[in-house]
């Protein structure tokens, strides 16, 4: 593998309503923007797209917050109902400053656990996919089913990373594809075995991707990434692959300890868990 191509998919209009059939709706738009699959192509899709595709927008000002909402709210700035949100949409707490929540998801610790204002229509709010993992999965196999090729298909959103400027993608979930590879114990160029590296696949795909997908008024939320097919595969593929323990993190580990010092509270009256 020496190169590849990235080929970005723009539609006419946004998507306004759900789809029942979200595979079948992207190969409508590839097929409508005169671009064709190939054996072995990636196929990267909008985490906002697929969201709309579910439903998953909402008027926050039907939501109620609750007594640990409010209080996170007053740390934040941010308006209760957007909190209540973040924390249902979230695996836990980490903490509360100004302007934002961060809370810990399955891909990682996340700004109002993915809930985003942009490209929603206005007053409204876009929370992430439900089950990233499954729901790439299912778009995988109806690909597959409607073209007859051997595909890969990664859901990718926007984040940022600490002490640096600017967003990146990061692979919410990915179906027919390595997304993580294991290369502890090769050699480097000078005979080193390799102690610690794992090699990001589905999150390096999902960030090319997104230089032609944009993050603003582009209209482009499909890629074609064609040129690793080495990278196709067809293994069971889930969250545990690219989430590790905030023991094993190494920012947790280096700041004051906190990964040691984290632990996860149940609130079963909220159905909910908070870091403290």
């Excluded at 998953?56 to 957007?82: C, F, H, M, T, W």
Aim: hydrophobic share 40%; glycine share 12%.
């Amino acid at each position: 593998m020496s190169s590849y191509t990235v080929m970005g998919v723009g539609v006419e209009e946004p998507l306004r309503a759900p789809v029942d059939d979200i595979g079948s709706y992207i190969l409508h738009e590839i097929q409508g923007a005169d671009h064709g699959l190939e054996e072995g192509d990636i196929i990267v899709v909008s985490s906002k797209l697929v969201s709309m595709a579910q439903g998953r927008i909402y008027d926050l000002n039907d939501v109620r917050g609750l007594d640990d909402s409010e209080e996170s709210a007053a740390k934040s700035g941010q308006p209760p109902s957007l909190v209540e949100m973040a924390l249902r949409e979230s695996e836990g707490l980490v903490g509360a400053v100004d302007g934002i929540v961060v809370t810990l998801r399955a891909e990682g610790l996340t700004p109002n656990s993915g809930i985003d204002f942009s490209n929603a229509p206005h007053g409204m709010a876009i929370l992430p996919p439900l089950r990233p993992f499954t729901t790439t999965a299912e778009i995988r196999w109806r690909l597959e089913r409607l073209t007859g090729l051997r595909l890969g298909v990664i859901l990718v959103d926007s984040r940022v990373q600490p002490l640096r400027r600017g967003t990146i993608g990061v692979a919410m979930g990915y179906s027919g594809i390595a997304g993580v590879i294991d290369q502890r114990g090769r050699e480097d160029i000078f005979g080193n075995k390799l102690r610690y590296t794992f090699r990001a696949i589905a999150d390096c795909v999902g960030s090319a991707a997104q230089l032609v997908m944009g993050e603003a008024g582009e209209m482009i939320p499909i890629a074609i990434v064609r040129g690793l097919s080495v990278f196709i595969d067809r293994r069971h593929h889930g969250p545990d692959e690219i989430a590790v323990d905030a023991g094993e993190c190494l920012y947790m580990r280096a700041i004051g300890g906190i990964g040691r010092m984290m632990r996860l509270t149940c609130r079963p009256q909220h159905g909910r868990m908070h870091l403290i």
